[in-house]
């Protein structure tokens, strides 16, 4: 009651409006970090649990009290969905205190912009990139717009810790607040952190504020889970079954199919009708084509389309469609999506998430999860495990249901320890001091090289950055004319840097493909790369098309819709999987536990993985060998360890041990061609692993690894010394290496 008789008038108005009994824990102890001390917040809780309203409450109530004379707040979405829905929350909630809420990104217009900029105050919404065009574009009016900030909440803080883009965004933030001559606060909210004290710590660098951290007791959240196997082809295991907390067994027959049909496709089919729910895939790719297949179905059995589609290559009115009719508690369909519908936004009243494979991250799991759940109900998440009938003579490593482990691991961990990944904060970001350099140089015109360093170099993500590595950098930007030299010895945006920075593309800092734009006569369907010649069929927005024309110089597709299925392709996104999740597969294969919540061709499924993985010694040995000189290394290592163990035996153990043929399925297995036999391969590993080496020896002769964005400007030097210090998880493998010394000593 305290809490709740601190707030403005229209705070409890709102509050009295929507029947809310009580406040939640997180909204009390955001309150009363925010209106008792002056220090940064991070609020991490489960989704749905309100931590916008935790927020934004007391930020809007002093507001109300002390009105800002410039923008107040500012919010930083990873997504537009999210900035459009949170947009959407907000100005009802401050419509009757005359609180202006603006939001900003490439989807909103110009005249709206110009408000804002001709009367600034309230709050803001805005991406990353949308904060990085306003500081290069509007880098005059900085100060006039934010000289009151006095916070910075940051959305789905999470997402934007793991790589370049949750530097930009502290880059910007210490930008911004130093043009503007403020120090807001900083107001951190997740739903899955895995180390909030480190990501704190992160998120209060350059504040001199340290970060509370509320703990707030989430017990009782209550899910239902399943997780389904099915062959893609071949005879199934057992009939298919679902379940409600393992209790609630439901009929999933399919018999209504098209020829060459996916059961694992069919099998959700089934289980939407009627429903309003997700369906959760890992790429772009997939996203197509299951849509493509869950409509085949529809028409197959005369119903009536009711699978929506939405991911990130689609154009803003196909996404834009898809999340209102989500939203409408009256529509019951399905949408197929990315991580696009991963984050935050609220659509509605969603029964139930289906995710067709394992995610890469426990953090994915949970948020996926947590689209689901809202108003009262239980999350509820259905796996769908797909896999190719093994062949009979397959080798041992092809028998393992990869992704089937992997999503039982992905559950256990947080079920048994509420693990989630830690934040990625130990990297090397030349690629992102590259594009802070340029948007500095671009916004702020000539500056000395000492004051250009000192600008850059105090900027708290790039403290790891020695002074000598950014002459390094600066030398080569010269030379290759993206920066110049002015007479009085000053630094400028050189022509070839012109057309990098003046390209709408320099805002992101992620690494986009070559798109073109994909039109069937005036409307917009989406984006691919790579087009088909002409008279080829591509699949975007849920559809087949036939590519009729292409206009390379404008990078435009024309197309017609037509019948059929073909596959879809917008460029690769590979995963991140820890050496966590690795560890409790290998624990997965090991222990004998029948998990509840897997379902009967599951259980069937990981009983003969169970049964092979012990027979063939992969638990207890490391080392398999398949037949005659064939041999499989399976480290259980993550995928930045697994990196460096597959260097590590092909730079410094090839030649000893005569290996060829090197093949991985990255982070599962190594499989190749060994003329040794099992006690030299060891005795060699751990010969080598004792030596002394840099781990610029881990990168192959020749090799740029060029993963970043800008890595292609950056020098070869730093990216190389980027990748080995910044990218290989040298230490894990060494670590890995000598536990099995002491294990397997001969």
Known sequence: MDVFERYAPFIKDFIYRNDWQNLRAIQVAAAEAIFETDENLLLSASTASGKTEAAFFPILTQFFEDPPKSVGAIYIGPLKALINDQFSRLNELCAEADIPVWHWHGDVSASHKAKLLKNPSGILQITPESLEALLLHKHAAIAKLFCDLRYIVIDEVHSLMRGDRGGQ??????????????????????????????????????????????????????????????????????????????????????????????????????????????????????????????????????????????????????????????????????????????????????????????????????????????????????????????????????????????????????VEEKWVEPQMLSRLPYSLLYHQTMSTLASCGELTPKALASKILSLAVFRNISAEDYKILLRHLIDIDHIQRTEEGGLIIGLSGERIVNSFKFYAVFVESEEYTVRCGSEELGTIVKPPPVGEKIAIAGHVWIVEEIDHKRRLIYCEQVKGIVPAFFGLCPGDINTRILERMKNVLEEDVQYRYLMKNAVARLDNARFSAKNSQILSEPLVCLGGDMWCLFPWLGTYAFFAIERFLKLKCKDILGISGLDSCRPYYLQFKMKAGREEFFRCVFDQIKKPFDPMELVYPGEVPVFDKYDEYVPAELIKKGFAYGVLDVESMKNRILGWEKEFMM
């Not at 409408?328 to 990315?338: A, F, G, H, L, M």
């Not at 809202?374 to 397959?394: C, D, H, L």
């Open 169 to 414: 965004t502290m880059c910007l933030v210490e930008r911004l607040s130093s043009i503007a001559g403020v120090n807001p606060r900083r107001v951190g909210l997740s739903a899955t952190l895995g180390s909030p004290e480190d990501t704190g710590a992160f998120l209060s660098l350059g504040t001199g504020r340290r970060t509370l951290i509320p703990k707030i007791d989430s017990a009782g959240a209550k899910w239902r889970l399943s997780v389904e196997h099915f062959y893609i082809s071949g005879p199934q295991a057992s009939e298919d079954k679902s379940v409600e907390n393992a209790l609630e067994v439901l009929d999933s027959s399919t018999d209504n199919a098209p020829d060459s049909a996916d059961p694992g496709i069919g099998y959700i089919y089934e289980h939407t009708r009627g429903k309003k729910c997700l369906v959760f895939v890992n790429s772009r790719e997939e996203c197509e084509t299951v849509t493509t297949t869950l409509r085949r179905y529809c028409e197959f059995n005369g119903d009536s389309d009711r699978f929506l589609i939405h991911h990130g290559n689609l154009s803003a009115s196909y996404r834009e469609t898809a999340e209102e009719v989500m939203k409408d508690d009256e529509e019951y369909k399905t949408t197929v999506t990315t991580a696009t519908l991963e984050l935050g936004i609220d659509i509605g009243k969603l029964e139930r998430a289906f995710q067709i494979d394992a995610p890469a991250t426990v953090s994915s799991f949970l948020q996926r999860m947590g689209r689901t759940g809202r108003r009262g109900n239980p999350s509820e998440m259905w796996f769908v495990i797909r896999e190719e009938q093994p062949e009979a003579r397959a080798l041992l490593p092809a028998t393992v249901p990869w992704k089937l482990i992997q999503a039982i691991a992905l559950v256990q961990l947080y």
